[in-house]
């Protein structure tokens, strides 16, 4: 899973200025680290005089990073959020057809306020989602075959082709008629 | 709500001032959370961070942190592995939550935390931040997300196929505090077509250190009101209003 904040990114604020901790250094204990794996190294050598200290500095403002919903491709994605409007929109589905009919009726009555037209067009995207979400994956899958279908089509008129242009040569087998001509 | 029909999830964050005492403190004072996390789903996921801070996840997909200055819950989904014999793997989705009822899940638990946390004295925050991370396909994404991208966008010439932007707006000044709020998308069309991120971070930041005596109530008035901006964002026109 992607994460967007690691341990060496955390963002820290104190009296009103942003602080961001940086990388720590790796510190290796009794490891082959450097002089780790040499007995005749003093202990400590090797060893910078403030390792494993993060340095805290000031950044400019900013916000809460969070993680992603998940790590999904995007066909999941387009399951995961029909799935979503499903559940939500489409129980409303009728009461949404009503405000996006009555907006519509007193638009041709006269102009709308820019309010009520942004209002028409979020219904109209609601009911495009709703659609979506009932048909759209078998939509998905007709397109699907469709375009198989397509790519079957030009396998096999290529293949037509192909078959027209060989030119039959002479037979190695004698027909009848040929073996009676013969005697 | 326009995120409910999209894969959401919400983070809410407090930062608080420094303390450096108190930090210490947090594992032993978020045990009774702790306990419960371990009775219920058996396991639970702790780190701790070694400048000081501590973390844990659960089953389910809540992250708490607490950093020096910083008290996070968050809410994430994960994909597990399906693996049956004769079949290959396959990736099996986790069931959708409405956006809506995980933050209100959040407000919950970041209250809850914060109780717990504020054992001796209240917590003081400066900053309160509700976060909403959503993935969608581009093409169906709300009118007023597409509004925004499309304006931006229609400074070039040429079509925008690539973009990871962040604009940050003064919502309202108050005498106490002021609202504002982060937009973040970003999309590559190259790279995945029609796939989109958007982040909408909105924040409290208080002038004086404010004390959350009763975490619930205060938390569920900013959710509120974060959750009337998103809306309004998602509808388009908010020059209009």
């Given at each position: 899973?992607?994460?967007?904040?690691?341990?060496?990114?955390?963002?820290?604020?104190?009296?009103g200025?942003?602080?961001?901790?940086g990388?720590?250094?790796?510190?290796?204990?009794?490891?082959?680290?450097?002089?780790?794996?040499d007995?005749?190294?003093?202990?400590?050598?090797?060893?910078?005089?403030?390792?494993g200290l993060?340095?805290?500095?000031?950044?400019?403002?900013?916000?809460?990073?969070g993680?992603?919903?998940?790590?999904?491709?995007?066909?999941?994605?387009?399951?995961l959020?029909?799935?979503?409007?499903r559940q939500?929109?489409l129980?409303?589905r009728?009461?949404?057809?009503?405000?996006?009919?009555?907006?519509?009726?007193?638009?041709?009555?006269?102009?709308?306020t820019?309010?009520e037209?942004?209002?028409?067009?979020?219904?109209?995207?609601?009911?495009?989602?709703?659609?979506d979400?009932?048909i759209?994956?078998?939509?998905?899958?007709?397109?699907?075959?469709?375009?198989?279908?397509?790519?079957?089509?030009?396998r096999?008129?290529?293949?037509l082709?192909?078959?027209?242009?060989?030119?039959?040569?002479?037979?190695k087998?004698?027909?009848?008629?040929?073996?009676?001509?013969s005697? | 709500?326009?995120?409910?029909?999209?894969?959401a999830?919400?983070?809410?964050?407090?930062?608080?001032?420094?303390?450096?005492g108190?930090?210490?403190?947090?594992?032993?004072?978020?045990?009774?959370?702790?306990?419960?996390?371990?009775?219920?789903?058996?396991?639970?996921?702790?780190?701790?961070?070694?400048?000081?801070?501590?973390?844990?996840?659960t089953?389910?997909?809540?992250a708490y942190?607490?950093?020096?200055?910083?008290?996070?819950?968050?809410?994430?989904?994960?994909?597990s592995?399906?693996?049956?014999?004769?079949?290959?793997?396959?990736?099996?989705?986790?069931?959708?939550?409405?956006?809506?009822?995980?933050?209100e899940?959040?407000?919950?638990?970041?209250a809850r935390?914060?109780?717990?946390?504020?054992?001796?004295?209240?917590?003081?925050?400066?900053?309160?931040?509700?976060?909403?991370?959503?993935?969608?396909?581009k093409?169906?994404?709300p009118?007023?997300?597409?509004?925004m991208?499309?304006?931006?966008g229609?400074?070039?010439?040429?079509?925008?196929?690539?973009?990871?932007?962040?604009?940050?707006?003064?919502?309202d000044?108050a005498?106490?505090?002021?609202?504002?709020?982060?937009?973040?998308?970003?999309?590559?069309?190259?790279e995945?077509?029609?796939?989109?991120?958007?982040?909408?971070?909105?924040?409290r930041?208080?002038?004086?250190?404010?004390?959350l005596?009763?975490?619930?109530?205060?938390?569920?008035?900013?959710?509120?009101?974060a959750?009337?901006?998103?809306?309004?964002?998602?509808?388009?026109?908010?020059?209009?209003?």
């Open positions: 899973m992607p994460s967007a904040q690691t341990a060496a990114q955390t963002k820290y604020s104190a009296e200025v942003v602080y961001e901790r990388p720590a250094e790796a510190v290796t204990l009794g490891g082959p680290g450097p002089g780790g794996s007995p005749d190294r003093p202990v400590g050598a090797g060893a910078g005089p403030h390792r993060r340095t805290l500095r000031a950044v400019t403002e900013t916000g809460a990073e993680e992603l919903p998940g790590d999904f491709e995007p066909d999941m994605v387009r399951e959020n029909r799935t979503a409007t939500q929109l129980p409303q009728r009461q949404i057809a009503r405000d996006r009919s009555a907006l519509f009726m007193k638009s041709q009555e006269g102009p709308l820019r309010r037209e942004a209002t028409l067009r979020y219904l109209e995207w609601q009911l495009d989602r709703i659609e979400a009932a759209g994956e078998g939509l998905d899958r007709l397109a699907e075959m469709a375009a198989a279908h397509e790519t079957l089509a030009k096999v008129s290529g293949w082709r192909d078959m027209k242009k060989l030119v039959p040569g002479p037979s087998h004698k027909g009848r008629k040929a073996r009676r001509s005697r | 709500m326009w995120l409910d029909t999209f894969i999830v919400p983070l809410i964050g407090l930062q608080t001032a420094p303390n450096f108190a930090l210490y403190k947090y594992p032993e004072r978020l045990q009774p959370l702790l306990d419960e996390v371990v009775a219920r789903d058996s396991e639970v996921q702790v780190g701790v961070e070694p400048a000081g801070g501590f973390q844990f996840r089953k389910r997909g809540f942190k607490v950093l020096l200055d910083n008290v996070i819950v968050e809410f994430t989904y994960s994909a592995d399906k693996r049956l014999a004769g079949h290959r793997p396959a990736i099996e989705l986790p069931p959708v939550e409405s956006f809506g009822a995980l933050l899940e959040t407000v919950d638990q970041a935390v914060v109780s717990l946390l504020s054992a001796s004295e209240p917590l003081r925050v400066r900053r309160v931040g509700l976060l909403a991370s959503a993935l969608m396909e093409s169906k994404a009118p007023g997300v597409a509004d991208i499309g304006r931006h229609s400074f070039f010439s040429g079509d925008l196929i690539k973009a990871e932007s962040t604009f940050v707006v003064d919502l000044r005498e106490a505090h002021t609202d504002r709020c982060h937009h973040a998308y970003a999309f590559d069309d190259a995945r077509p029609d796939h989109l991120t958007v982040k909408l971070d909105w924040q930041v208080f002038r004086v250190p404010l004390a005596s009763a975490p619930t109530e205060q938390l569920r008035r900013m959710k509120d009101a959750l009337a901006y998103f809306e309004r964002v998602g509808q388009g026109g908010l020059r209009d209003a």
